[in-house]
């Protein structure tokens, strides 16, 4: 399959490592000949220099011989325009884009068809409904949902004090009392594929598959306090905090923003009535102080900065704010973030990228493709949601007589409103639906794959 990337800054940059990792012939477009150079020195991709929404340029990235195009540049205009001269140089053709801007989402919608696409991607949007919903949950770095809701992929840290510090898996029953799956483990960096013999150690990071109903007893019996949210500090008025305090002023949230640009205060207060937004710098200890940083419920730090928001989230822990989340840009020195107190990290680019590859997969597979795709323990593993179908191999066996690939785990079949945490006696059916993990070097597209 062809696909033409069309911006190549960090989302782009993402897309292109993922897409031609699994093998897409990819070609990115960019203004910014470093840029290009440096993407085809790394992927061995085409690239084409220009303006990615002139005919001209459209033209020498073959995009009439195309089967998709990304439109990822940082200006929402220049994507949509993009979208609208490739369908028009190539009726066949599926766009994506990328559309931030809270002004363009109502006409975007209704006017999908005149703007020619196939789907819009904003991944500030994606980042406040994460962030939404570990605050409903607090206790949890990251939550991933499968079949409908009603099954989770989370991730916990073992900490010095968890009642799991020091246990092996096969002894983890009788702590947890509720049943979940250890799917994935991260230490010093590495995702591991444990075993039963496996024993957890502090500073573990550990992904844990399990039905949404068992969530509340699995923290209550770890011994993780956990307490409704009810007044949350965001630092920095991004498009992010706009998202993110509309919805937690819906749930009747207080909301303070810091934001240092005086124009911005204005822009967010008129726009957000009931939140409280403060101007200053989010990183002043004075402000964060003043503003009751110790007896907030949650901090959210959502600058532009990286550092600055690791560097707030470090203060934040230190102060013992109950929950904290960090924004990151970046993504790429996971070893060193593991170590550090940012509580739970959410990073807007790899939520959007999952979101583009799950489509892109689908195109490629019409019928038996991935419903839901996530990249977990830092990137290194991935779970894949698959509705089981009637060409599927091996239905009705159980799971002890199949012979799976090397690091494929199945980590969760549900049929009907049943979830069930597999077995060597569990098997699957047409209509079931099945959740895959894997180490992530090589994505299972069908559910047929993960057999030898």
Known sequence: ??????????????????????????????????????????????????????????EQADVREADLLIAVTGADEINLLCCMTAHGMNRRLHTIARVRNPEYADQIYKMRDMFALSMTVNPENQAAVEIERLLKYPGFLKRDTFAKGRVEIVELRIDANNRLCNVALNDMNNIVKCKILVCAVLRNGTAIAPDGNFVLREGDRIFVTAATKE???????LGVITHKVKRVILCGGSRVSFYLAKLLSRSGIEVQIIERNPEKCIQLA????????????????????????????????????????????????????????????????????????????????????????????????????????YTIADGQAEAAEFLVEEGTRFLGKPLKELHLKKNVLVACITKGVRQEIPNGDSYFEKGDTVIIVTNGKKGIYQLNDIFE
């Open 1 to 58: 399959m062809k696909i033409i990337v069309a911006g190549g800054g960090k989302l782009g940059g993402m897309l292109t490592r993922q897409l031609s990792a699994e093998g897409y012939d990819l070609t990115l477009i960019d203004a910014n000949l470093k840029q290009l150079e440096s993407s085809e020195e790394r992927f061995d991709i085409m690239v084409v220099q220009g303006n990615c929404a002139s005919m001209e340029t459209l």
């Open 215 to 221: 969530l509340t007893m699995l923290l209550k019996n």
């Open 270 to 373: 008129a726009v957000l009535p009931e939140a409280d937004v403060i101007q200053g710098d989010a990183s002043s200890q004075f402000i964060l102080e003043r503003e009751g940083i110790s007896s907030c419920d949650a901090l959210v730090t959502l600058t532009g900065l990286d550092e600055l928001n690791m560097i707030i989230s470090l203060y934040g822990t230190d102060c013992g704010v109950p929950q904290v989340i960090t924004k990151l840009g970046r993504f790429d020195n996971t070893n060193i973030l593991g170590n550090l107190s940012l509580g739970s990290i959410i990073s807007p680019k790899e939520l959007c990228s999952n979101t583009i590859v799950r489509y892109v997969r689908a195109m490629q597979n019409q019928t038996g493709a991935a419903q839901t795709v």
